[in-house]
């Protein structure tokens, strides 16, 4: 019983690791870009679903106006920062991205404030009993809210033109412009898919702790960097499963490692022991 | 012609502006601080920087010291002890400060205490509580408790003054969590507490639902959860939502209004161990609470009473000493007995502060007072 309590928990925290670490394999795959500063998108969608919230009274309304902004400034920040150093070395546009997330904390700070923000009432905090598991209904609605996201995700690159041609210029970006794709408007739409993802989880972290702070992206910038590098760069489905596991793999550790390792530490070695048993990582392209 | 004279003009202003600088510099007595501005402790660092320029502005106002103004030197150090060692070497050389004073955490604390001990400059922890700071040397004070005294005086809480018998350790695994839980660990069996279990999290956690789902199935009679506020405010909310009703006991990291405003609801009842008494009779922290709420139009908390009190020691052994020596500074710190916003703050030989601890507890979304810890045997600080 307890086992599965952590499992739940488990899956309730990889649930928010993979709307994360899905727009960082997103733009990993087609522009072989390594964006930190996805996790200061991430943060921007937390203050976003408080300040909206905070002032409109509804969460739903917050979420997605909190998705639509972070997704319009995921493609800003494309246009701004990653264009113009597309045909550097990828090392630039790492180094412009992690000056671009160290850059945002801090302006996070200066506008909102250093002691973080909270919601006035927070909504979905209200304690279901579901077979002898406590759990609140803002922990069940960010599992919800994760599996429709990336299942929506899913059906949209199988079934939907734009979608096909997406994943036809993640496998080879000349050929699919020869065949007519609009490369261009592939990269926004990346960047705008990930962005509203991490902005989701933003939101959903904000209530799950009731806090946004301007630091709070600060552990997944590097943690979704290992999730990647698990699920086997630029993949999807490995990105999800990895990302699970790293959950569950930090709620189980937690307990039962929680005195020797910290949690950050679980999820890296996890990572090591897989890295040195498959190099290429879960769920490699090959 | 017009661009020319514009130039000038300016140069003039600049040179002018240069000198009466460098006046006003010469005419003040400097204090020097260093608290962490950006980064991960930023907020903290705004409350001790606030509480530390509104003691400034107090003694300035009554005249200041030595027949001079009070001018504090501030520097940012991220809670870094990079940048906290740099800092200190700029302060004592460049800027000539008189006193240092730490707004920061503990490691930067303690790496920076070596640089004013080598220095021969006093320095003064305001909240850092890292035992081996005052360990630096002669010149090293500080104005708040060891973790471990803290620690003992909520194992005499829970023991003696709740009477409970059964508790599990949540602990942060830095410095400050670590110290406070050994306190707490020491002296339980004293009171007849029996610890059940001790679970760690770390300073970047805010989910704790594995912890808290194995609390639950510990059934303690009482929480000991070491943390900030930022760490504790959705700890204690998490396990209050999983029908974790005994009592939570923290301690002075809670004591920021932004604990209350993250937990809610879920605030009321938790009881912490800390410096500063929100209902206290003592004019010093009745003053200090009025005027840094009228100021800065935020709620007091324990790292601005602290910023503020060790600023305060600082000021008043400046004057007592009678010149800007740093010896003479340093003499008068050691025989310090200053009444201050977090009690009357007066020092063993090793540097560490003599006080009672303050309990407080959250009614009605407000830090109140529960009782005070009086027990000099309990709460002596260590001597070497």
Redesign the interface.
């Known amino acids: 019983m307890?086992i599965f309590?952590?499992l739940?928990?488990?899956l309730?925290?990889g649930g928010i690791y993979a709307l994360i670490a899905i727009g960082l394999t997103l733009v990993y795959g087609l522009l072989r870009i390594l964006h930190v500063a996805h996790a200061g998108l991430y943060a921007l969608g937390g203050y976003c679903a408080i300040l909206i919230t905070n002032a409109s009274g509804s969460f739903g309304l917050a979420l997605t106006c909190s998705m639509i902004i972070v997704g319009i400034i995921g493609m800003v920040v494309y246009r701004i920062f990653y264009q113009p150093l597309l045909d550097k070395a990828p090392f630039v546009a790492l180094i412009a991205s992690i000056g671009l997330f160290i850059a945002m904390e801090?302006i996070f700070?200066i506008i909102f404030g250093?002691?973080?923000l909270?919601f006035s009432a927070?909504p979905l905090?209200d304690?279901v009993?579901f077979l002898g598991?406590?759990l609140?209904q803002c922990?069940i609605a960010s599992i919800v809210l994760a599996i429709g996201l990336i299942a929506g995700l899913s059906l949209f690159t199988k079934y939907s033109r734009i979608g096909i041609a997406w994943r036809a210029t993640v496998t080879d970006p000349e050929m699919a412009e020869s065949f007519g794709v609009d490369v261009i408007k592939v990269r926004y739409l990346n960047f705008f898919i990930g962005s509203m993802m991490a902005a989701a989880a933003g939101s959903m972290?904000a209530l799950?702790?009731?806090?946004v702070?301007?630091?709070?992206g600060?552990?997944p910038s590097y943690k979704a960097l290992a999730i990647i590098v698990l699920g086997g760069l630029g993949n999807v489905r490995g990105t999800l499963i990895a990302s699970l596991a790293i959950g569950i793999a930090?709620?189980?550790g937690?307990?039962y490692l929680?005195?020797i390792l910290?949690?950050?530490s679980i999820a890296f070695a996890f990572l090591i022991v897989v890295l040195m048993l498959k190099p290429q990582g879960l769920f490699s392209k090959g | 012609m017009k661009i020319k004279s514009i130039i000038s003009c300016l140069f003039s202003v600049f040179v002018t502006s240069c000198f009466a600088l460098t006046l006003f510099a010469a005419d003040t007595i400097k204090i020097g601080i260093n608290v962490p501005l950006t980064g991960f402790a930023a907020s903290d660092g705004k409350s001790a920087l606030n509480g530390a320029k509104l003691a400034a502005e107090q003694v300035n106002d009554a005249g200041g010291v030595l027949g001079k103004m009070i001018e504090l030197v501030v520097y940012d150090d991220q809670a870094s002890p990079k940048h906290s060692v740099p800092i200190a070497t700029k302060l004592i050389e460049k800027d000539k400060v008189v006193v240092g004073v730490s707004g920061s955490y503990s490691g930067a604390s303690r790496a920076a205490a070596g640089v004013y001990q080598s220095a021969k400059v006093p320095y003064i922890a305001a909240y850092a509580i890292h035992p081996d700071i005052t360990r630096a040397g002669e010149y090293v004070f500080r104005t708040s408790f060891v973790g471990e005294v803290q620690g003992r005086a909520g194992a005499k809480l829970v023991g003696q003054s709740l009477g409970k018998k059964k508790a599990v350790l949540i602990t942060l695994n830095n410095d400050f969590g670590k110290s406070l839980a050994a306190g707490f660990k020491e002296k339980a069996g004293d009171f007849g507490v029996k610890i059940l279990n001790e679970y760690q999290y770390s300073i970047k956690d805010r989910q704790f639902g594995a912890i808290v789902a194995r609390v639950r199935a510990d059934r303690p009679d009482v929480i000991y959860a070491t943390g900030y506020f930022f760490t504790a405010g959705p700890l204690v909310s998490q396990l209050r939502a999983a029908g974790v009703t005994v009592p939570i006991i923290g301690q002075e990291g809670y004591d920021s209004d932004t604990f209350i405003k993250i937990a809610g609801k879920s605030a009321e009842g938790i009881i912490i161990t800390t410096s500063l008494d929100r209902d206290s009779d003592d004019p010093e922290a009745k003053d200090f609470i009025m005027q840094f709420e009228k100021k800065f139009n935020h709620k007091v908390d324990m790292v601005a009473a602290s910023a503020h009190t060790a600023v305060k020691v600082a000021a008043v052994a400046i004057a007592k000493a009678g010149s800007p020596d740093r010896k003479a500074i340093r003499d008068a710190i050691a025989k310090s007995e200053v009444p201050a916003s977090t009690g009357i703050i007066s020092f063993n030989a090793l540097g560490e502060v003599i006080k009672d601890v303050q309990v407080q507890v959250v009614r009605d979304g407000d830090f109140r007072r529960h009782s005070i810890i009086h027990d000099p045997v309990l709460l002596a600080p260590p001597t070497k």
């Open positions: 307890f309590e952590l739940v928990q488990g309730i925290q801090e700070r250093a002691y973080g909270t927070p905090q304690t009993v598991i406590y609140r922990e972290v799950l702790n009731n806090l702070e301007p630091t709070m600060s552990v930090e709620a189980v937690t307990i929680g005195n910290d949690r950050d």
